[in-house]
């Protein structure tokens, strides 16, 4: 299943993006519609970078890092987050998957030349130690999960969703952030009906006590394979990025004095 966005919606989310106060080099869709299980219900999430002019970089006061907004019109309910050029590139030399997640989203809301370069130069930025950002993240979510009563199946999905996505990254070097996509490989039945579950409503959202066992076993097992692909990566160590990210920097500055 690829989830598709509505020409209105994208109609509306180009607009909101086009009256950013800082120029952009993208902005993506991520969250639920990119990891492929959407409620009705879901908001959208916009992620992206913004350029700040140089006058808001080497002053005495200078312009946000990020900008963060949360807004409802027309039905239609956004969150909204963006980091400047410099905190942005400095975040993909960090093992961070959600920049990268947001970086090579499908989900193309607005982009640039200088976001078809950042694809490229983002490949030399994913190292084997991009798997502890997927390693912490399941154990928050299973946390997560594993706290409530009644059990949602939201958080459970997200466990499942970041281990696939890490084992597929240490595996392959590709960033793919769509659990539907990403069971396609693993062939999880379980996961095809939490996934049903998820995009019918509220109503199906939660889970009975009786499957917790069941799904403690498979993320102790999913977790297992995590660490067993990240051993047998053939990542780098460490990116190799940075002079690329730099040049692009000081050229993305220099149009926005």
Same mark, same amino acid.
């Given at each position: 299943?690829?989830?598709?966005?509505?020409? =209105?919606?994208?109609?509306?989310?180009?607009?909101?993006?086009?009256? !950013?106060? %800082?120029?952009?080099?993208?902005?993506?869709?991520?969250?639920?519609?990119? $990891?492929?299980?959407?409620?009705?219900?879901?908001? $959208? =999430?916009?992620?992206? +970078?913004? @350029?700040?002019?140089?006058?808001?970089?080497?002053?005495? =006061?200078?312009?946000?890092? &990020?900008?963060?907004?949360?807004?409802?019109?027309? #039905?239609?309910? &956004? /969150?909204?987050? &963006?980091?400047?050029?410099?905190?942005?590139?400095?975040?993909?030399?960090?093992?961070?998957? $959600? @920049?990268?997640?947001?970086?090579?989203?499908?989900?193309?809301?607005?982009?640039?030349?200088?976001?078809?370069?950042?694809?490229?130069? #983002?490949?030399?930025?994913? &190292?084997?130690?991009?798997?502890?950002?997927?390693?912490?993240?399941?154990?928050?979510?299973?946390?997560?999960?594993?706290?409530?009563?009644?059990?949602?199946?939201?958080?459970?999905? $997200?466990? %499942?969703? @970041?281990?696939?996505?890490?084992?597929?990254?240490?595996?392959?070097?590709?960033?793919?952030?769509?659990? *539907?996509?990403?069971?396609?490989? +693993?062939?999880?039945? %379980?996961? /095809?009906?939490?996934?049903?579950?998820?995009? +019918?409503?509220?109503?199906?959202?939660?889970? /009975?006590?009786?499957? *917790?066992?069941? !799904?403690?076993?498979?993320?102790?097992?999913? @977790?297992?394979?995590?660490?067993?692909?990240?051993?047998?990566? !053939?990542?780098?160590?460490?990116?190799?990025?940075?002079?690329?990210?730099?040049?692009?920097?000081?050229?993305?500055?220099?149009?926005?004095?």
């Amino acid at each position: 299943m690829t989830v598709t966005i509505s020409s =209105d919606v994208q109609q509306h989310l180009r607009e909101k993006m086009a009256r !950013h106060a %800082y120029p952009l080099v993208f902005a993506t869709i991520s969250g639920a519609h990119l $990891y492929g299980f959407p409620s009705p219900d879901s908001d $959208y =999430d916009l992620r992206g +970078s913004h @350029v700040l002019p140089v006058c808001q970089v080497v002053g005495l =006061d200078t312009g946000p890092e &990020t900008i963060e907004s949360s807004t409802s019109e027309g #039905g239609l309910e &956004t /969150d909204l987050v &963006t980091h400047d050029v410099r905190k942005f590139f400095n975040l993909m030399l960090k093992k961070n998957g $959600y @920049v990268l997640e947001q970086l090579y989203s499908p989900l193309v809301v607005q982009t640039t030349s200088a976001h078809e370069e950042l694809r490229t130069i #983002g490949r030399a930025c994913i &190292t084997r130690h991009h798997s502890h950002h997927y390693f912490g993240f399941a154990e928050t979510q299973w946390s997560l999960f594993d706290k409530e009563q009644p059990r949602r199946v939201k958080p459970l999905l $997200y466990v %499942y969703r @970041v281990l696939l996505t890490g084992i597929h990254l240490m595996r392959t070097g590709e960033v793919e952030a769509n659990l *539907v996509h990403l069971n396609a490989e +693993s062939h999880l039945s %379980y996961v /095809d009906d939490l996934i049903a579950r998820k995009l +019918s409503g509220p109503e199906n959202s939660t889970l /009975d006590d009786s499957a *917790v066992s069941f !799904h403690r076993r498979e993320y102790e097992r999913l @977790v297992a394979e995590l660490k067993a692909a990240t051993l047998a990566s !053939h990542l780098p160590e460490a990116p190799t990025a940075r002079p690329a990210l730099n040049d692009l920097l000081v050229r993305l500055r220099m149009r926005n004095p």
